[in-house]
């Protein structure tokens, strides 16, 4: 784990609990205020008095507000972008083709995730909520900016995967919030972190493992928040936003298995020699999902194929 330790166990500072505490009761009461004064003039704030999720997203709120980091703290200059590689000229330009589709995929997966997490910041029906999201959007913000400055020191994007976009698309396009949390914060960012351990793991010394460290313990906390806000957003939905969240998953997998299989056109041939590997990557992405879903509430079946 990263050396910030693990951000799910570590007790929650008081001072900083304190703050938050703060925090959401100032920003309660100019709330109700800006209630009293819309009800008055026939218009509504567009807050759900049926959820209070103070508790639960205070904590992910303090955690995310003390795990802040700054683009400019990473290692700079100090370490390679990506490993270097060695042998022959050729072979090293290779590996490099390989990094470069590697950072090219996050840029693009943090590229959406600034967009999901601002529209959760708008679509929260509640100030807890509301006030935990401002925490991500800056978190995937600064994610992206870092993964801009890395892809401009590996040379640019290379061939971006076009099955990632359109997973990004269906989820920024959902009907519901419900959908939108459960596949962009529970499934996804769950999905992400032992994937952000491997590119560290097979880096070792670079910015970008340093890089994927900082994201494992943000996308720790923001997966975190996810399951918890979704168990308690789904004890208020009908079961037709359940069977909304079910559909769409069917819809997503088979995209997701493709997104999982493909590779840049010049390592197009690789993906044979994989399979048998992206395979069962799969598979243990499927049994994940399902543990998620009864995790919040939902029942979610392999589709079928699979
Ligand atoms: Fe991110
Ligand atoms: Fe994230």
Redesign the pocket.
């Known amino acids: 784990m990263h050396d910030n330790g693990d951000v799910r166990t570590e007790p929650v500072e008081d001072t900083l609990l304190q703050d938050a505490n703060e925090a959401i009761l100032a920003l309660e009461t100019a709330e109700e205020e800006v209630n009293r004064g819309n009800y008055s003039n026939g218009s509504l704030v567009d807050i759900d008095a049926t959820i209070d999720t103070t508790l639960e997203m205070q904590k992910f709120y303090v955690l995310a507000k003390r795990q802040a980091w700054k683009v400019e703290q990473l290692s700079w200059g100090q370490l390679p972008p990506v490993p270097e590689g060695k042998g022959s000229g050729e072979k090293r330009a290779r590996r490099m083709a390989i990094w470069r589709s590697v950072v090219t995929q996050q840029l693009q ?2 590229t959406l ?1 600034s967009l999901l997490s601002s529209q959760l910041l708008a679509a929260a029906p509640d100030l807890p909520g509301r006030l935990y999201y401002t925490t991500m959007v800056q ?2 913000g600064r ?2 900016e870092a993964w801009i400055k890395l892809t401009n020191l590996v040379g640019g994007m290379s061939e971006p995967d076009p099955y990632l976009d359109k997973l990004g698309n269906i989820v920024l396009n959902a009907d519901t919030l419900e959908e939108k949390i459960w596949m962009f914060q529970v499934v996804f ?1 769950g999905l992400v972190i032992d994937r952000f351990r491997q590119i560290a793991a097979g880096a070792p010394g670079t910015i970008l493992a340093e890089l994927c460290n900082r ?1 494992t313990v ?2 720790g906390i ?1 997966h975190g928040s996810g399951v918890v806000y979704e168990q308690r957003l789904l004890q208020r939905v009908s079961s037709r936003t359940k069977r909304g969240i079910w559909r769409m998953s069917q819809e997503m997998w088979p995209l997701f298995v493709d997104h999982l299989m493909w590779r840049p056109q010049e390592r197009s041939w690789a993906s044979r020699a994989m399979q048998p590997r992206d395979l069962e990557t799969v598979k243990s992405y499927m049994a994940q999902e399902r543990k998620l879903a009864i995790k919040v509430g939902l029942e979610i079946d392999t589709p079928p194929g699979f």
Request: charged letters at 50%.
């Open positions: 997966a943090d995730a978190d995937e994610h992206a960012e994201l943000d996308d923001h």
